[in-house]
Structures are given as C-alpha cells and as structure tokens.
C-alpha cells in the first residue's frame, strides 16, 4: 500500500494504491458477504469511539445503509471517552444500545475461586463484551463486525474470543495509517480518526504496551524495513508468539480407515 523513502533523515510515506479504490472495494466486499450470508441481516458493531470502529461502522453504513447498522456502546462502569461513541453514532445516525457490562465482569470475577491474573482480568472485559455483541445480534438478526486492524493483528494485540471474534472483519488486511485514510475519505470527524489508540483496560495507549509506534510497525509490515533492531526483534518476538491468534483452532482427525467387510 505504502512506498516509503527516506528525505533529510525523515520517513515520509507516499501511497501507491489508490485508497478510495480500497474503500470503495471493501464496501462492495461487505455487501457481498451480507448477500451471501445473511440477506437482511444488520450490521452489529461495537463502538468504541476509536479509528477502528468507527470506520467499520461507516464502511457498514456504505455498504447496508444506515438502517441496516446497530452500534453498540459497552462501558464498563463510566467510561471516559463515551461521548466519542456517541459522536460515531450521531454522525452515522444509526441506530444504538447501551450496554453496562460492569455488573457481568464484576459477577464473573467474584464467582472466580481464585485470584486471576492481571492478563486475565484485562481479557475478561472484551471477551464478555463479545458475548454481549453477539446477544444483541442473535436478537436482532444480525452479524457481528470484527474491527481489528492488520497493524494490531500482526503482534497479537487483540484478546483471542474477545475483540479478536466476529463474523466479518473489513480492516484485517489494513494497516492503521490505511485504516486512518479511509475514516478520512469517509468523511468521518477528525478526531474520531486521529484519537490516540487505547485499549480503555489498563490506562496507557497502545504504543506504550506495544514498545513501538504503529508508523514504525506499519512500515516493517508494508517494507520490511525497519531502523531500530532492538523494535525489529520485539515485533518478530510479538509476530512470532501470537500467530496462533490467525489460525482456526486445531482439531484432531483420527483419520478411522473404512471398516472392510
């Protein structure tokens, strides 16, 4: 997607790909597979108030109609940032529920017979967030959006049955400046696009749990290239350990030859 050159020691990023080719095509993509599985089905979204499901949401929007999109807001408890998934879905004008999951992650947690670990407990709240999307969805004949990014995917920054699940995933081959350009063309509020990313568990941005900046990340994926080697082996590091995440769940096939008469 990206042709990056180097001018007076500074990285600057020149497109190749036509991006609103990319989001046209993506549109046409979504609408394909609500054709082929689930004609009239909504579009279930989780709305965070990020660059991500902000631009799925949209593309959904593009791709259905507005009718046809159901956000839904999950705080836990208050939420910061609310009010910038109220803007999404004021700006989109679709329709929303909001759903306090602070009740379920607290229940799940004291019904727990030991002290989870802290991995766990920032796992649970996507993972119970899932499980609310797709109550919503079975309830209102719809699929469930994945919004997770190329960027993210490569390193494992996703919680596996969380935030990682869903039934179509339009931005799993995007990276997150190609995510941004296409919220841009889609005329989405700058600060919806532009908002530092976070994932709203543990109170630091995403590039402060990665190790790097997704411009750093974006560039190794597209280019190979990269300039820090220390950032280069945590990313292969990361790569490396999280692939898993990519692949559908191993299953056993005993491969029972046919019984002979």
Not at 68 to 85: F, N, S, W, Y
Request: with cysteine; proline share 4%.
């Amino acid at each position: 997607m990206f042709k990056f050159e180097k001018q007076s020691g500074k990285v600057s990023v020149i497109f190749l790909a036509d991006m609103l080719k990319v989001k046209d095509a993506c549109v046409r993509w979504i609408r394909d597979f609500f054709e082929e599985n689930g004609k009239d089905c909504n579009a279930v979204v989780g709305i965070s108030g990020g660059k991500d499901s902000s631009v799925v949401a949209a593309l959904c929007v593009a791709a259905l109609g507005k009718d046809r999109v159901i956000g839904v807001l999950m705080p836990c408890g208050e939420q910061k940032d609310i009010d910038m998934a109220h803007l999404l879905v004021d700006t989109l004008g679709i329709k929303s529920f909001t759903v306090n999951i602070k009740d379920a992650v607290e229940g799940l947690t004291g019904s727990i017979p030991f002290e989870l670990s802290e991995q766990s407990r920032v796992n649970l709240q996507p993972r119970i967030r899932m499980a609310a999307l797709y109550a919503v969805s079975q309830s209102n004949n719809g699929r469930v959006a994945n919004t997770c990014n190329l960027s993210e995917d490569w390193v494992g920054y996703a919680t596996r049955y969380g935030d990682a699940a869903g039934d179509f995933s339009p931005l799993s081959h995007l990276t997150v400046a190609e995510v941004k350009e296409i919220g841009r063309i889609l005329g989405l509020p700058r600060e919806l696009v532009d908002k530092v990313p976070s994932d709203g568990l543990c109170g630091k941005t995403d590039e402060e749990n990665l190790g790097f900046t997704y411009a750093e990340l974006d560039r190794y994926i597209r280019t190979g290239e990269i300039d820090n080697p220390d950032k280069k082996e945590l990313i292969d590091k990361k790569h490396k350990a999280n692939l898993f995440k990519l692949k559908l769940m191993p299953a056993f096939d005993p491969e029972i030859p046919e019984m002979i008469d």
